[in-house]
């Protein structure tokens, strides 16, 4: 599996507090992407980035912002979470070649109450 | 917007049996994705496929991606207890730099 590491693995927060989730990767991969997971819903595409500072939408991305100022580092934050916003988020990346497949990270899972 | 729909949503089968999961896009794809996440874990990448009517075999799994390259299956001949997980397709949204999933099959066994 690529090298890629997120922390922290478990946060319990509470509602209007801000949270920062990081993902470090040590593969060099361009893209990066923010996944959450929720029963019944799959995953849902929360923002992702094409490069250092290049970043775009996915498609639940309202509440949520993210920042890539170095390659190896994508940040997720909720400025103001939510008990919505409860979930098992992965940071998944994706390098070159024929094969466009996505390498996942351990997850990190956020309670808000 | 490109939806990526997944049937059954659970499965419950006895170790032994076959287990097959559908996916189907609104859209056509250029190229279609499984994975697999075992309980507690994170989903890893099992197969791309790429070609219209393409078939891969990969020990008892067997992956299919339709001649209109909108929908694929997966099949698992005499599944085992280390199939247990729930497995998703994915397709390419937009530039294709964006993969789709659809909603996963639960598969459990039971021994």
């Known amino acids: 599996d690529a090298g890629i590491t997120q922390s922290p693995r478990h946060k319990v927060t509470e509602t209007g507090t801000p949270v920062t989730l990081r993902c470090h990767q040590t593969?060099?991969?361009?893209?990066m992407y923010w996944y959450r997971q929720d029963p019944g819903h799959g995953l849902r595409l929360i923002h992702y980035?094409?490069?250092?500072?290049?970043?775009d939408k996915g498609e639940v991305s309202d509440g949520y912002s993210v920042s890539r100022s170095k390659t190896e580092d994508f940040l997720l934050t909720l400025e103001s979470a939510t008990s919505s916003q409860t979930s098992v988020y992965f940071c998944?990346?994706?390098?070159?070649?024929?094969?466009?497949?996505?390498?996942f990270g351990s997850g990190t899972q956020l309670s808000v109450l | 917007g490109q939806q990526v729909m997944q049937i059954p949503q659970y499965q419950h089968v006895q170790e032994g049996e076959d287990f097959t999961t559908y996916c189907n896009s609104s859209?056509?794809?250029?190229?279609i994705q499984w994975y697999k996440q075992r309980p507690g874990g994170h989903p890893v990448f099992l197969i791309q496929?790429?070609?219209?009517?393409e078939v891969k075999k990969q020990k008892r799994l067997t992956f299919q991606f339709g001649e209109a390259k909108k929908n694929s299956s997966l099949h698992i001949t005499a599944t085992q207890t280390t199939d247990v997980g729930t497995y998703f397709c994915a397709g390419p949204r937009g530039s294709g730099s964006r993969l789709t999933f659809g909603e996963g099959t639960q598969l459990t066994v039971n021994p």
């Open positions: 859209t056509t794809l250029s190229n």
């Open positions: 980035s094409y490069g250092v500072k290049d970043t």
């Open positions: 496929l790429v070609k219209s009517g």
């Open positions: 998944a990346t994706k390098g070159a070649g024929a094969e466009e497949k996505l390498f």
């Open positions: 593969e060099n991969h361009r893209y």
